[in-house]
């Protein structure tokens, strides 16, 4: 049922259309975080791309510079830079929201020398201080897109790219908010294809593929064929491989809360006001990223509102290896939410998919202790 647009996307890092964007004049930015704005990046003769690394079989290039104790996301993604994997790209976008990330940049401007590259410094807090920080970081970028590339990233562009945003997200909520039917007729894995799609390819190639298909899913037979509806909660996740694991064995995913996911990714951004502080309120204080020490109790709050709303029976706890953050974050949240009632199967993974033998044999155990 889902156009085959959405997994032609994820099979390569970079999907033809992002040449085809350059090709029309357009400069190819990559970004590797939550808390860089898709707005910001996506202004009028630039295309912004979410870096994965599907198809990595292992990174001895990178290893060589990147400690194997960081986390494999950054490795996997030196080991395309210096592959010339992604030498498509115009310029790159980070922020400072992880030593790992940080230590990717530094090795990626010293052994590749990218045309652009650009850091966004990130508070640790989220209050009025913080905010005032970040709108000041995300000037800076503004000022250096427009400087290099030479494009509009003035109040008015910017309030364009958020209104393009918001028509786009509400696409998706539309399929999104069908998850919480008793029986949804969609699968996590294909909606976490269309997450992913919508974060590696030019947007207007999709709002087609996207309306044509909530028109079919409105009057489309529920999913019955599954022993749990859980909630996937975590770390960077890009590969839909990984929920299609978790469903083999009937864990039917209708929520998901992780980087790239749909909470709280899919939320709208204000279009009153400045768009800049809007843009910086928006994602400083909606991505909920566990480097935000102070937040711990609003990010409980939302799976647990999600896990309502959504009538799961678990959580699946995803934390890649050696991510430091959420490796603080995991224990202190599954104590949480096993304190709230909800049951909680805690997964330490890989980047790349891997182990599935043993991840089968975990989630089989974690169905049948509920009951499933």
């Known amino acids: 049922m889902l156009p085959p647009v959405f997994q032609d996307l994820l099979d390569r890092p970079l999907h033809g259309w992002a040449g085809e964007s350059k090709a029309a004049g357009n400069r190819i930015i990559g970004t590797t975080c939550s808390y860089i704005p898709r707005p910001l990046v996506s202004v009028k003769g630039l295309t912004p791309v979410r870096l994965r690394a599907p198809g990595v079989a292992g990174t001895p290039m990178a290893d060589t510079y990147l400690s194997s104790v960081l986390c494999p996301y950054t490795r996997s993604l030196l080991e395309l830079a210096l592959d010339g994997s992604l030498d498509v790209l115009d310029g790159w976008v980070f922020t400072a929201s992880c030593d790992h990330l940080r230590r990717l940049c530094d090795n990626l401007e010293y052994l590749v020398n990218p045309p652009f590259v650009h850091m966004l410094d990130l508070p640790h807090k989220t209050g ?39 028509e786009y997200l509400a696409r998706v909520r539309r399929i999104g908010d069908l998850r919480r039917r008793e029986y949804p007729p969609i699968s996590g894995t294909d909606f976490h294809r269309i997450l992913v799609a919508g974060e590696t390819a030019p947007r207007d190639r999709l709002a087609g593929p996207l309306r044509e298909l909530g028109e079919t899913l409105e009057r489309a037979e529920g999913i019955r064929d599954f022993r749990a509806r859980v909630l996937v909660v975590g770390s960077q996740l890009d590969d839909p491989g990984y929920i299609r694991l978790l469903e083999s064995m009937g864990a039917l995913v209708v929520a998901d809360r992780f980087c790239l996911g749909s909470i709280p990714g899919l939320e709208p951004i204000p279009e009153q006001g400045d768009p800049l502080q809007a843009l910086a309120a928006h994602t400083l204080r909606k991505t909920a990223c566990p480097r935000m020490m102070e937040a711990f109790p609003q990010r409980v709050r939302t799976i647990l509102d999600a896990a309502g709303s959504h009538r799961v029976d678990g959580v699946v706890l995803e934390v890649m290896k050696f991510c430091d953050v959420w490796g603080v974050e995991a224990s202190p949240l599954a104590a949480a939410l096993r304190e709230a009632g909800l049951p909680v199967l805690r997964l330490e993974r890989e980047y790349a998919l891997s182990g599935e033998g043993q991840v089968r044999t975990r989630v089989q155990a974690f169905l049948e202790s509920m009951g499933r």
Do not use: C, K, M
């Open 128 to 166: 009025d201080e913080a905010l005032a920080w970040y709108v000041e970081e995300l000037e800076g970028l503004a000022g250096a897109l427009a400087a290099r590339f030479g494009v509009d990233t003035s109040r008015p562009a910017l309030a364009a790219a958020i209104r393009e945003q918001n």
